[in-house]
């Protein structure tokens, strides 16, 4: 093999390892105290978002702030230069999404979200 070709072969070889780790490393990657989105009961005749039928693998944060003993979720840990937040999902995605989906939920801090026939109010906080 001649040598431009084994080069060439080396280079590919490197940018696809460094998109591999670009794709598993910023789950790993956090500084700072965690966000955590949390819910609290709420009660209230205004507009909330039905989340009767979303999975845990779409609203992982949600979900487990809801089935939680303290209405809490797990935590999440911003990255260094903002560059994680491009490659993870994060509770703001959730409150965001949420948020777009049914506009007249949304509050000041959070959204109003409707499980099981109990409204919560959902919001991201940094305690």
Same mark, same amino acid.
């Given at each position: 093999?001649?040598?431009?070709?084994?080069?060439?072969?080396?280079?590919?070889?490197?940018?696809?390892?460094?998109?591999?780790?670009?794709?598993?490393?910023?789950?790993?990657?956090?500084?700072?105290?965690?966000?955590?989105?949390?819910?609290?009961?709420?009660?209230?005749?205004?507009? $909330?978002?039905?989340?009767?039928? %979303?999975?845990? =693998? !779409?609203?992982?944060?949600?979900?487990? @702030?809801?089935?939680?003993?303290?209405?809490?979720?797990?935590?999440?840990?911003?990255?260094?230069?903002?560059?994680?937040?491009?490659?993870?999902?994060?509770?703001?995605?959730?409150?965001?999404?949420?948020?777009?989906?049914?506009?007249? $939920?949304?509050?000041?801090?959070? %959204?109003?979200? =409707? !499980?099981?026939?109990?409204?919560?109010? @959902?919001?991201?906080?940094?305690?």
């Amino acid at each position: 093999m001649r040598r431009v070709t084994r080069n060439v072969f080396i280079a590919i070889a490197l940018v696809v390892v460094a998109l591999l780790a670009l794709g598993a490393l910023p789950s790993y990657l956090g500084s700072g105290d965690p966000y955590y989105l949390t819910v609290e009961p709420i009660e209230t005749n205004g507009t $909330a978002a039905d989340v009767n039928n %979303v999975s845990d =693998r !779409r609203y992982p944060y949600l979900i487990g @702030a809801i089935e939680s003993d303290d209405g809490r979720s797990a935590g999440y840990q911003t990255g260094p230069y903002g560059m994680k937040e491009w490659f993870t999902h994060t509770p703001f995605d959730e409150v965001d999404a949420l948020t777009r989906q049914v506009p007249n $939920a949304s509050t000041e801090t959070g %959204v109003r979200v =409707r !499980r099981d026939g109990q409204v919560y109010h @959902a919001e991201v906080v940094r305690p």
